[in-house]
């Protein structure tokens, strides 16, 4: 699979599981087997996106640090040609994930339309906000990488979410664009520290390749709890 392939594979099944948690709160319908299904599919391609991230960041570097980076690059176009052969899904397994995704559509297609009412989509979208919100009172109290994490996938599913009614209503949502101006930052703090993971991993966080990186990261925390 390509770059974009897996990104936007990856972005699809996340889009998924918000929209399954909004139906889920606003219509009182359980849904949480249907969210694991897209979880686990979205899972056979961490290992490929993780890679690419880590590539792209890299790449991202001043032409500088070329020379520090291009062992690790080295590295990575290695791993990615390993992980691209042996993340190929058999017949076997395009038959479970076609099964896995069969079984998503077979419980939206269940669900009963007349339960999902504006004062219960607000309720949702309600629920998702505090979430955010609690997690990012967390993070400012005590920074920490994981919490950086938390509050990033809870501004992503809120995005997502908002995202959803914004097109049904056909109204603009004031909200989205604070919440994609914090999810970049986010995401970008997060792409950061997978590179410096994996660096550490593969013996390549060091010199200034590893200042860099650190560097980085702190520009990312700045701008998220600005």
């Not at 990856?10 to 889009?15: A, G, Q, S």
């Not at 909200?175 to 703090?189: V, W």
């Not at 593969?202 to 925390?221: F, S, V």
Request: proline content about 3%; glycine content about 6%.
């Amino acid at each position: 699979m390509e770059e974009t392939e897996v990104h936007e594979a990856r972005k699809t099944l996340k889009n998924i599981r918000a929209g399954l948690r909004l139906l889920s709160d606003a219509g009182g319908v359980d849904l949480r087997q249907a969210s694991l299904l897209c979880r686990d599919v979205g899972r056979l391609l961490s290992g490929l996106r993780d890679t690419d991230v880590c590539l792209a960041t890299l790449q991202s570097f001043p032409e500088s640090l070329a020379a520090a980076a291009e062992p690790l690059m080295a590295k990575l176009r290695a791993r990615r040609a390993e992980l691209h052969e042996s993340a190929a899904p058999d017949a076997e397994a395009r038959k479970e994930i076609r099964a896995d995704l069969d079984g998503v559509e077979k419980a939206l297609r269940e669900l009963d339309p007349a339960g999902f009412t504006d004062a219960g989509l607000r309720r949702a979208m309600d629920s998702s906000r505090e979430t955010g919100e609690k997690r990012y009172r967390k993070l400012i109290e005590a920074p920490a990488p994981e919490r950086f994490h938390d509050v990033r996938k809870a501004a992503k599913r809120e995005l997502y979410q908002r995202r959803y009614l914004e097109e049904a209503r056909r109204g603009a949502d004031s909200r989205i664009p604070l919440l994609e101006e914090l999810s970049e930052h986010l995401g970008r703090h997060q792409d950061l520290w997978v590179l410096r993971e994996v660096a550490a991993e593969l013996g390549e966080l060091r010199g200034d390749l590893a200042d860099a990186i650190d560097k980085a990261i702190g520009q990312e925390q700045e701008e998220s709890l600005g």
